[in-house]
Structure formats: structure tokens, C-alpha cells
């Protein structure tokens, strides 16, 4: 049987932003037509307890799609001249359930996280908010930030870090695009703060109830599993809160610590596919501050998997080869 490999290279010239924003949205509201049926995540480690690996798969019923994206973290590989952070989807053939095409999706996990966030904005923030808090300053901050230009205006961006430099590198290459941006401490990057994207690996809350203006939109997706945390449970708890799977939200993504606290129940969680199509409400007044929790589901890695794949075979990109 035929199998396509995607190289990061293939990837980054098959697939941009805008692209990565449909994908995500119409995954989004597939879940929440029931034609999407979504595996429990599974979590493990190499020999050295340092090491983590995650497992997310799913199947897109309604186009018979199924695959899985492993994501992994290999601390020591930086020192080594590698990335610590890697990515892989593998897409199955549904009448087989051979491998279809195996894609390295660094690139690609960056697109679709922002993307989600993005989307999120798209639906739950005012349409004329424009002043943008990057709460992290790493790779994924720069994805974040031209995701959430393609669906709000932004003016200004604030760039908070725990690294001052990484913090002051990425406004002067948001500042490039033409945009006002400076790096600044965590209060003053929060002040009356329209957009607030976090996209962090803490483990305790960062931003509090307090530092949040009303009407302020929140998307955050660095808590991805158990232990991880951006937001003050009490923040979380006065807000309206969305997810893009609730009962992940509750278990291993943002909510989880108020879950725990008993301030919040996953019947409490809006599925932000549920207000793409309707089915739910989303902000409802202007002083509202809303919450999106970002922790990843396998329907977002499969749409822009396929589509990069699809495009492949249009531009006869990527290897085939011989997997009988």
C-alpha cells in the first residue's frame, strides 16, 4: 500500500494561517454535529522519567478520516542541536486502517493550536477589540499573534515573558509588522487588555482575577495537562467559559483547578463548536469576560493533516513509498 511522508519543509509550503483558521473552525463545528468521535488521550515516557509523550486520536466520521497525533517533549535534545518539542500525525486509510501518509507536524501543531485560539476570539471577543496581551514569549507566542490579527484589529500588543529578552525579541518582530508593540511587566501588559492570549508551561496561576479588564477575551492553551495552570481559579470561576472539548477542560486543561475546588462542573463549559453552529450562546453583554481553554483535540491535527496531504498530491509534493 502507498503511503505519503510529509516532511516539516513540505508542510510550511502547503499550508499557511488562513488555511490552518478554516480547518480548525469547520473541525470545531463537526464536533459539534456528532459527526466526530474523539478518543481518550493517552500520556507516557521514555526510559529516562524526563522524557513525556501524548497520544490524541479520533476519527471524522462524516469523511471517514481517522489518525492520531503524537506530541512529545525530549528535554535533553537542545543541547544536542534538536528540538525538545516534536509532533507526528499519522492518517489511517478507513477501509484498511493501514497508514495512509505519516506528517511531521511541528509546524503544523503551532498553526492549529493558534488557530484555535484564534477562532475562539473570532466568536467570543468584541469585534472591535484591539489591544492584544501576549502572556509567554516563545515560538508559539509568534503563531498566536498572526492568528489573532486575522480575526481582530489589532493596534497594540503587550509582551509579557519570564525571559525579558525573549520577551523584547517578539514585540520587535510583531513591532516589524507594523503593529505598536513592547515588551512590559505582567500588570501593565494585562491594563485594560481586549485580547489575552497565555501560552505558557506554568504550573500556577499567572494571571489574576484582578489584572482582568471587563469585557476582556481569554484564550489560553498552555494548560495541556494535569498540574498545568495560567489562570487564578477565582478568574476562572467569574467567567463565562468555553473549551474546545469540555470534558478535557475539566480533567487535564484550564479548568481543571476549579473543577477540583468544586467552584465549577463540566455542565458549566460551553463547546465552542456549539457556538459556531448555533446551538449555544456566546459573550452576551459587553462587560462579560470570557474564557476559552485550549488543551487540543485530534479533530484539529487530522483537518490540517489532510489538507496539507491533499494539497500534496495536487503540487506532488512529499515521498511515496511501498508500506505492504
Known amino acids: 500500500m502507498a503511503m505519503l511522508l510529509l516532511t516539516e519543509a513540505d508542510t510550511r509550503e502547503l499550508v499557511g494561517p488562513d488555511d490552518a483558521l478554516a480547518a480548525v473552525e469547520a473541525g470545531f463545528a463537526a464536533m459539534a454535529r456528532g459527526e466526530v468521535v474523539s478518543f481518550p488521550p493517552l500520556v507516557g515516557h521514555g526510559s529516562a522519567a524526563t522524557t513525556r509523550f501524548g497520544v490524541k486520536a479520533a476519527v471524522y466520521v462524516a469523511r471517514r478520516r481517522p489518525g492520531l497525533k503524537i506530541g512529545s517533549y525530549w528535554p535533553a535534545n537542545p543541547a544536542q542541536g534538536r528540538p525538545a518539542h516534536a509532533s507526528t500525525t499519522v492518517l489511517l486509510d478507513d477501509d484498511t486502517g493501514q497508514p495512509l501518509a505519516i506528517v511531521s507536524a511541528g509546524y503544523l501543531n503551532a498553526l492549529r493550536t493558534a488557530a484555535a485560539d484564534a477562532v475562539a476570539m473570532k466568536w ?3 469585534p472591535d477589540a ?10 508559539q507566542a509568534w503563531f498566536e499573534f498572526e492568528a489573532v490579527r486575522r480575526v481582530r484589529p489589532v493596534r497594540e500588543a503587550r509582551v509579557w515573558a519570564r525571559d525579558a ?10 513591532g516589524a509588522t507594523g503593529i505598536e508593540a513592547r515588551a512590559t511587566a505582567l500588570e501593565d501588559a494585562m491594563r485594560g487588555a ?21 469585557g476582556a477575551h481569554i484564550s489560553a492553551m498552555g494548560a495541556d495537562g494535569v498540574g498545568k495552570q495560567e489562570l487564578e481559579v477565582e478568574l476562572v470561576a467569574r467567567a463565562t467559559r468555553f473549551a474546545d472539548l469540555p470534558s478535557q477542560s475539566v480533567r487535564l486543561g484550564e479548568f481543571q483547578h476549579a473543577a477540583t475546588a468544586g467552584v465549577i462542573d463540566v455542565a458549566s463549559v460551553r463547546a465552542i463548536g456549539e457556538v459556531i453552529t448555533g446551538d449555544e450562546r456566546g459573550r452576551t453583554s459587553a462587560d462579560e469576560i470570557t474564557v476559552f481553554d485550549s488543551s487540543g483535540v485530534a479533530i484539529q491535527d487530522i483537518a490540517i493533516a489532510w489538507l496539507a496531504i491533499e494539497r500534496a498530491g495536487r503540487e506532488g509534493r512529499g515521498k511515496v513509498i511501498d508500506f505492504a
Open 124 to 126: 467570543l471577543s468584541a
Open 165 to 174: 529578552r525573549q520577551a523584547q525579541a517578539l514585540a520587535a518582530r510583531i
Open 194 to 214: 481586549e485580547l489575552v492570549v497565555t501560552a505558557t508551561a506554568a504550573r500556577a496561576a499567572l494571571v489574576a482575577s484582578s489584572a482582568v479588564a471587563p
Open 130 to 139: 484591539g489591544v492584544l496581551a501576549l502572556i509567554g514569549g516563545g515560538n
